[in-house]
């Protein structure tokens, strides 16, 4: 249960978290300075080409305020002035409900409510779909009668399911041996000690530390007794084995942003690192041949979040939920598929994709011709198969997904020891 202390703790030791990270890049602003729509949120989504399309399609003036995970959680905590919509993962729900700077959104608003499907709503793509461990977005999605957030479903609910994806890491297939989906790629392979010294991991406490243990439990060093919610033992016996590992120079460093994790592989500082989907089109892009894996273990899953911030009224809120609505009318749902990711109504997003495109990205079918990602470059060449299949079988395959756990705030203190070490 969050108190006002252990709001207190986050906020101090998220600052320190976020001192390990970038800082905020310029924001990207529409031309005139009438009033705009404020979005707060990563690069992985605040990307210029949909600013400017959502601005056209919708006649109103956008503002993408994008940074690193760690900054834009802790200003959407302490500053809900600062945004009118925050968007990024759904491990960041429970901090912003308990801080109270966002408000409900009501379902009747939501345009596309009735057709987002059953993966957020119930936790299953599928009947025989594993849920995974951790924030499963189900659990946190629904506001309750009596305030709290639950999987009991209402007809209001905390944020709007839209973007989401099965992480792993990716690998250079240069340097690394191209292993076998779900059978040889395992999350052990980022303790290996063949590439000691080219290794990379997100720096995000929510995200990386479940990257560190699932390669810790695969490797064998420990167990967890539930991977999704450790305990303070656990955690200190991790990050004595991550820590140990970090100071025999294993790992590279940690990494932002998207595209950092782009920059360390284009380099050669790492042969292998945690990676996001866009990482991994941008550097096919480039000439690199970079592999994601589907371990044999399951994904660390995530889920994006829309939020509304609590001072949002009259027509910022018209043109928040506007925003929020175009989001899931298809054609963002197609441009980010280019990238990897999926959209929490895929039938709109296939009406503005290639039969071609639906079928290697969502359908898990070789690539029938040369497919582009979001750049226009050439990502995903013909005969190429989507590691790990198609969207239904990548989420029936989920060990963890990125959580706030009930030592989150020691998980920072500790994750910043890492950080540092």
Known sequence: MYTDEHRRIFLKTTTQCAMAAIGFPNIIRASDRKPALRVLGTHVTLQETIRKK??????????FHPGGSAEVLLKASTEPDSFDIYEQWS????????????????TSRL??????NDLTKTGRISPHAKIGAGDAPHKMLYVQEEGTLGSHQTDRVSFMPYVHNADSFGYNSRIIPRGEPYRTESWAWLLDERYRGKVGIVNAPTIGIF???????????????????????????????????????HFRGVWSSVPHSVALMQ???VDIESMFSPGVS??????????YAAPKEGYRA??????????SRGKRKEAAYAFMNWWLSGWAGAFIARQGYYIA????????????EWDYWYMGRPAAEDLPGTDGRISVKKGMLRRGGSYVKRFENIAVWNSVMDNYEYTLVKWNEFVLA
């Open 111 to 116: 345009t596309y409510w009735n057709e987002i």
């Open 345 to 356: 109504n895929p039938g709109r997003a296939k009406l503005h994709m290639s039969q071609n």
């Open 267 to 269: 380099r050669g500082d």
């Open 211 to 249: 990257d560190l243990a699932l390669a810790v439990q695969a490797k064998g060093l420990m167990r967890f007794n539930n991977i999704g919610n450790m305990s303070r033992k656990e955690i200190d016996t991790l990050f004595k084995i991550v820590i140990d590992y970090k100071r025999q120079g």
């Open 91 to 106: 491990n960041s729900i429970k901090i912003l409900w308990n801080a109270g700077t966002i408000q409900p959104l009501e």
């Open 54 to 63: 959502a601005q056209e399609d919708l006649g109103i003036n956008i503002e």
């Open 302 to 311: 995530w889920h994006g979040v829309m939020c509304l911030s609590r001072n």
């Open 282 to 291: 941008s550097l096919n892009g480039k000439g690199i041949p970079c592999i």
